[in-house]
């Protein structure tokens, strides 16, 4: 871990030290205003920042990485660390991106769409996006390198914005639906939203009025209106996952909008479809369980965790957090919302409403907010007592980039960060498939979010404000994993981004899930995750950078002391020495079980040694048992066969071998007639022959004495084989 903090303390250094944010640093970027700004984007491992008046800095941090660094520092760092070394070069390139056409408002916000080409700047007076040059070259730079490049920059309802002086943003952003990236959304104080194409800017597509009647303007530009007192005015709006209709299969992007007084409201879009390019917001949506103030009717920003289920973040002016989880509702809304409905109710209804597939929704559905818990921000450390606690602090919340249970708020007190721990379990139960575990005791447990305060920029209420003025996330194979901010006066701050703000990798297509049966053993907690549990800070200690006009007396100098003192003893030193005792105590149970495991494994090797050699006593006596059993065998065959012979009576088969013999004998007798006849014949014929007068032809052809022969010898051959037959029957008979 400290290895990770001299790499990070590292970057700060370096990042300062960058000219653009010297540049940032002689200009004066602090105003009376209290609101947050994001004036810092990180796109591809370059970082930009606008410098508050027409030109767009940026410079490849990709070039600080130091893939030549030495052993020692290779060794300092650490295999383990999430932080790269990296060294400033002398000759490091930094460009400046100048707009065509410049901005006549203050930009407060920098936001990339999704290709990453295009850059919307907008400000409470207007919006412009900004065409990004192509990047060329080795290490991706701008028209190869030019150290200022004229960048196409088009104004968004430039005359609409001119001519409607009392008409401010509240809110912009690029339209996910887009398949182009070109479509971005905005909030306007006249409660209208408004879609916008940067092919024609001119004018709106779509227009949608988020309240009844006309347009409620004020008298002046600095005074407000009725409906913004009442809070009846959209404040902040944010898309939610998107889903598809279900009868003309068209994909809806549902926008959740955030009115002053807590109030949510939802609005189907479609940039494809034009039966959804006019309709009205529905809602206001139920939140449960039901609130006498609402939750707070100073609501200021909204931000939706793309989960399962969404998660609804609902900010307000005072510090507040309320985390909402979004559900179909039904029709026993109205039991659900009496006062008698508690946190274990929302329970037990989210898992008897939600499945683990989700399923088409229709158009007309109506949504509701169940409210899992509310966290309160410590803005400033120090409280006086003659103090007014309801100061607003305006909070622009920031969702990590890379974990949907991970968000960032900034705010003109500095910067909070916030983990949802408990969101993984439902994520988890909402998928499950077995019935058995069906996940409901992890869900049951009380795991309430993660709050770190990371910056702190106004120790006490008397303070000037210094509000954030850009935060991005770097996630990076090459450069690490960074939280990157940056203060009112140009300081550039880097923190290490935490465990839950970094998403597992995804998974394979051929991955299959593992079917092995695990062992209770290894069901069991960690110890590595008893130890994260045993750190873990239920108050953090800030980083304390306030503005330069601060001037703090003595005694506020002296609590803010106390109170360091107090937190690093508290949440630092007593925990790190719990955990030591853990670990000590857990290092000499293992140490007693390596001296027992040793033992055993010596009386294990003597019990090998033992049964080896009883294993080969055995081989031996099973080799002479066997040579033993093949021998009596042998016997065993003998004596059979010599009682077979000595029997009385004849066996079946030599009766069998009896009748076949009798059956040859008789063949031999006919056979024996037959040759006899032949041979009779056979002289009578050689009389006949020689007492007929030579002269006289013979009685029989050629033809009938060659067929003679034939017949002769065929007959000949028989015999021969019946004689041979007779012999090896005797011989086998008399054997």
């Not at 030495?70 to 060294?87: A, K, L, Y």
């Not at 306007?188 to 024609?200: E, L, P």
């Not at 006009?549 to 007593?574: D, V």
């Not at 955990?579 to 090998?608: N, V």
Request: proline share 5%.
């Amino acid at each position: 871990m400290a290895a990770s903090s001299e790499a990070v303390a590292e970057w700060r250094v370096i990042l300062n030290s960058l000219k653009l944010f010297q540049k940032i640093r002689k200009k004066s970027l602090v105003s009376e205003e209290s609101e947050p700004k994001n004036l810092l984007a990180i796109q591809d491992g370059r970082i930009f920042v606008w410098d508050g008046e027409s030109r767009f800095l940026t410079v490849n941090l990709h070039l600080l990485s130091n893939t030549t660094a030495t052993d020692g520092e290779s060794s300092r760092t650490g295999p383990q660390s999430d932080i790269t070394p990296f060294h400033l070069q002398d000759d490091l390139q930094e460009q400046s991106l100048l707009c065509t056409d410049t901005p006549f408002f203050k930009v407060e916000q920098v936001s990339f769409n999704a290709t990453g080409q295009q850059v919307l700047l907008w400000g409470k007076r207007g919006a412009s996006v900004l065409q990004l040059p192509r990047g060329q070259g080795k290490n991706g730079a701008f028209q190869g390198g030019q150290e200022h490049i004229n960048c196409r920059t088009v104004p968004i309802a430039e005359r609409f914005f001119s001519t409607n002086p009392s008409v401010s943003i509240l809110q912009a952003s690029w339209h996910p639906g887009s398949e182009s990236a070109t479509h971005m959304v905005l909030l306007t104080s006249d409660n209208t939203i408004r879609v916008f194409d940067t092919s024609n800017t001119s004018k709106a597509l779509q227009v949608t009025k988020l309240g009844d009647g006309g347009p409620s303007y004020s008298l002046t530009s600095t005074h407000s209106t009725f409906q913004v007192a009442l809070g009846d005015i959209a404040v902040a709006f944010d898309f939610g996952v998107p889903f598809e209709s279900t009868d003309q299969k068209d994909l809806l992007y549902p926008v959740y909008i955030l009115r002053g007084n807590g109030d949510v409201f939802m609005l189907l879009t479609s940039l494809t479809s034009r039966r959804y390019q006019r309709m009205s917001p529905r809602g206001p949506m139920v939140m449960h369980p039901p609130a006498e103030d609402n939750y707070g009717l100073d609501a200021c920003s909204i931000s939706c965790l793309h989960s399962n289920p969404p998660v609804l973040v609902i900010a307000t002016s005072t510090g507040f957090l309320h985390h909402c989880i979004l559900l179909n509702s039904t029709d026993d809304e109205e039991i659900m919302g009496s006062s008698s409905f508690q946190a274990s109710t929302a329970v037990q209804i989210f898992s008897d409403r939600t499945s683990h597939e989700r399923t088409q929704r229709e158009e007309q559905c109506i949504q509701s907010l169940f409210v899992y818990e509310s966290v309160e921000l410590s803005l400033t450390p120090l409280l006086a007592e003659n103090e007014d606690l309801d100061v607003a602090y305006p909070i622009m919340l920031i969702k990590g980039s890379q974990s949907e249970r991970c968000y960032y708020c900034c705010h003109a007190a500095g910067l909070h960060s916030v983990s949802l721990p408990w969101l993984k379990h439902m994520e988890r139960f909402c998928n499950i498939e077995d019935e058995i575990d069906d996940g409901m005791s992890e869900i049951q447990r009380d795991q309430p979010c993660l709050v770190q305060h990371l910056i702190c920029t106004k120790p006490t209420q008397s303070c000037p404000s210094s509000p954030i003025l850009g935060l991005a996330t770097l996630t990076d194979p090459l450069l690490g994993n960074l939280v990157i901010s940056l203060s009112c006066e140009g300081e550039c701050f880097v923190l290490p981004l935490a465990s839950e703000s970094i998403g597992s990798p995804a998974s394979l297509l051929s991955e299959k899930p593992s079917e092995q049966v695990v062992s209770p053993l290894r069901q069991l907690k960690p110890f590595q995750q008893h130890i994260k549990t045993l750190l873990q800070r239920d108050i953090s200690h800030p980083i304390l950078k306030s503005s330069n006009k601060t001037e703090l007396s003595l005694e506020e100098s002296f609590r803010l002391l106390q109170r360091a003192t107090r937190i690093l003893r508290e949440e630092y030193i007593m925990k790190q020495d719990q955990a030591r005792e853990e670990i000590e105590k857990r290092a000499k149970i293992l140490a007693q079980q390596r001296t027992q495991q040793t033992a055993d494994l010596q009386a294990c090797a003597g019990a090998e040694e033992e049964i080896k050699g009883r294993a080969s006593e055995l081989a031996e006596r099973y080799e002479e048992a066997q040579d033993r059993q093949e021998e009596l065998l042998q016997r065993v065959g003998a004596v059979l066969h010599t009682l077979q012979g000595q029997l009385p009576t004849l066996s079946e088969a030599e009766q069998g071998m009896g009748a076949e013999l009798a059956q040859v004998e008789a063949k031999l007798k006919y056979m024996e007639m037959a040759l006899n006849q032949v041979k009779t014949k056979y002289n009578y014929q050689k009389n006949s022959s020689e007492t007929m007068d030579p002269c006289r032809s013979p009685g029989l052809s050629s033809k009938q004495k060659d067929q003679l022969r034939e017949l002769l010898k065929e007959e000949n051959d028989k015999i021969s084989e019946l004689i041979a037959e007779v012999k090896s029957l005797t011989t086998v008979v008399a054997s």
